[in-house]
């Protein structure tokens, strides 16, 4: 079998803690409101054409600065490790994280394929993975509470899920060998998957450039008519109770301008997601993003510049493992008018303590439950 490669998300692959309140919006809060009787069809529309504009933006934003969502080493590598997968050089490229939204891997990869498949990666649709009419990078896509992990590895009162060979090997549906398996993570806390695979678990330094609050709030009202936010607005009557269920404050008049509306929109973001509301980080300089990828690229060597005859084409329609991808999504959190900022995904790459009581990742339950009633 040819070498997989599992990569970690927050703080390896991504910072994507900025971009959870538009994920929990267009992917939870506003897909739940118009399943309820009466709610406008043609809201429905333009909001699901204002998110794929939103998720184009973000991507363009990707190629224009070299990363920033992302991390710009794995950016760079991601096409020679696609091309290989569809060589059948590499096996499987996939997300094993203790981040708790599962709706948040599943966008973010897909904004990644939207940005792989630009100048100057151009990746081609034949080297992504089409998962219901959607493109995708790396699957499966595995969240802290998987049910596939769940048996296998326990979760400690702290909410720390530890990441296990075995656990991968459920999750990926098929027996992968400790030698075939190279893996990708910013901590050191994983001691079992760290004894199993020895220098083929690669540490890496934690990801933390955020993406401004400022840059997200201009890209989101720019993905709407203005005056799909006025109120009377058949769209306003969905998406303005959403957001401010999310991030409560927000409250247009019919006198708004582009420029008011970004103002009155990046305050009440400010306040969910406090990291991206001050003075971003720098985008890393171009002398740390290569040797970044150098380090990478050498602790891989072994798994991504073998030369041997290909097997087979990798399918570009996913097939799920049993209890992996397709497992019940875990629950996002909701906000309102005691919304605290966003928390740390739950024995996530930064994880060093015990949640506090108001995390969101404590609500995300109440969320999931409200949509299931």
Known sequence: MSPSIGIDFDECLVQAYTIVPFVLLFEILLPRAMKLPGYSKTAKFYIYKARDVFYQKLANNEVKTKGTLFRPALLK????????????KLHKLFIYSNNGINELLNTVDYILALTLQKAPYNVTNGELINEENKL?????????????????????????????????????????????????????????????????????????????????????????????????????????????????????????????????????????????????????????????????????????????????????????????????????????????AYSAPTGGARHRRTLPVSSRYRKTRKLRADRKN
């Not at 590598?77 to 059948?88: A, C």
């Not at 840059?215 to 008519?225: C, G, K, N, Q, Y």
Request: aromatic share 8%.
């Open 77 to 88: 590598l991601m096409p020679k490790l696609l091309k290989l997968r569809q060589e059948g």
């Open 136 to 340: 995708h990078v790396l699957a499966p896509r595995i969240h802290i509470d998987n049910p596939c992990r769940v048996a296998n590895e326990v979760k400690g009162v702290d909410g720390f899920r530890e990441k296990t060979l075995l656990g991968i090997q459920q999750c990926l549906g098929e027996n992968v060998s400790k030698e075939e398996l190279w893996f990708i993570d910013d901590t050191e806390y994983h001691t079992d998957l760290m004894g199993h695979l020895k220098e083929k678990y690669v540490v890496v330094e934690s990801y933390s450039v955020h993406l401004s609050n400022k840059v997200l709030a201009e890209m989101f009202i720019d993905s709407f008519p203005l005056e799909f936010f006025l109120p009377g607005s058949p769209v306003a009557s969905t998406l303005l109770p959403e957001i401010n269920r999310l991030m409560p404050g927000f409250r247009p008049t019919k006198k708004e301008t582009k420029a008011s509306l970004i103002e009155k929109f990046g305050k009440v973001l400010n306040k969910f997601s406090e990291p991206g509301a001050g003075r971003a980080m720098a985008v890393w300089k171009e002398d740390h993003v290569n040797s970044d990828l150098k380090k990478i690229e050498t602790k891989l060597s072994a798994a991504i510049d073998k030369q041997e005859p290909v097997v087979s084409n990798y399918p570009t329609v996913y097939s799920v493992p049993v209890g992996g991808a397709n497992a019940q999504a875990y629950s996002a959190p909701t906000g309102g008018a005691n919304a605290q």
